[in-house]
């Protein structure tokens, strides 16, 4: 009776852990950025060490890239110096020590958790580490994948393995389905409202039941996407059919009989029945309701039809109000909003932009609303087009970008104002996130769409009837 995280921990330790002692574990898949690779990739020279296993090591740029075609692909140059400098060097620390490296103008760029899956490498049982707290993504085709320090980035450069204690278990389960106009944004706003920003702490969280069953892999990777949000070192889901025909088709996923041997053993992975898990929770996917924050993390979360709560007497919550200009106790319905932001590695997918695109389509954005459009790759970006989303969101009025992390965390220059009210799709809404001052709103794509659609935070419910 093993958990999926039991079964795929046991599979890559090298050498277990003791009371005084991690274990090694072997890693299966290292996705490296421009953030924190520059100082892995010095100590590895100033040592006089190679990448260990080049052929599990791919790099893309995401966090400091340009959104702006004309500085993706038109030589105009990229307008902040320290975002230039680590394309720059990533490319030259790539070059050095034969990386594979997505550059600013390949095709097959984007989000480092979104290209994962999208090429096929992010598979059932693997190990997947990124230096990145949102690597928890991957966790969606079951498999054990969390984020790492830059330190630990070094390592497993060097070795394919990290010091890592096994981590708890946490079921959370979620029976019935989601209903018309809540989508995995929703659910997950509201498993972290559940059990808190540091519910999961310690713990790798499964979620299973019939809502998650009926999740599409896009929806999938935004539930998992989040688990860091609630403390937890990792997300997963067991991988079933679902699974199987999101990666068949994708490039760098295995063939022939080799996909077939695999798929076998890929349904061997799932918990066991009568596993037992740490710790679990149970909530009803079918009384969850369309959630938006209000305060500067994911737990200060509310249904949207709901009030800011009126008081918790704590200075946390007082200073979150404070920076949020809201009152304790009023609606958060209809507060006005400045900016609206759709993508990020939680909701920059294909499926995501479609939902925003269903409710704009024939629709003008509110007067004085910017709204960011930005794909989470540059292959979201192309099928993105060839589908027409792009003409729906320019004719709304909002802008249509190039693929990377842009307002998720303003490095590029992708910024939110100071003081103005931002509704994104993106994971993180602490001080400053979106560019000094700016308040930020975690939403779904269709309530951030709605909310553009009125120029005040809007359940989409109320545009999705009509
Ligand atoms: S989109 Fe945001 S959360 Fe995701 S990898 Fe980029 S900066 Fe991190």
Redesign the pocket.
Known sequence: MKTMLQKIWERHEVVPETADTPAVLYVDLHLV?EVTSPQAFSVLREQGMKVRRPDLTLATM??STPTRTEQVFGGAPIAIASAAQQIAQLEKNCAEFGVELLNLRSELRG???IIGPELGLSQPGKTVVCG???TSTHGAFGALAFGIGTTEVGHVLATQCLLQRRPKTFAINVSNRLAAGVSAKDLILAIIGEIGVSGGTGHVLEYRGEAVRALTMEERMTVC?MSIEAGARAGMIAPDDTTFDYLQSRPRAPKGTEWQRRVAEWRALPSDAGARFDREVTLDGERIEPMITYGTHPGMVTPISGHIPATRGDAVFDKALAYMGFQAGEPIRNQPINVVFI????N?RLEDLRAAASLLRGQHIARGVQMLVVPGSQQIKKAAEAEGLDTIFRDAGAEWRESG??M??G?NGDNVASGQYSVST???NFEGRQGPGARTLLASPLTAAASAIRGRVTDPRELLNG
């Open positions: 950025h995401d966090h989000i480092v958790h990145d707290s949102h996407n993508g990020s590695c939680t920059g992390c842009s998720c965390i490095m993106s994971n993180r």
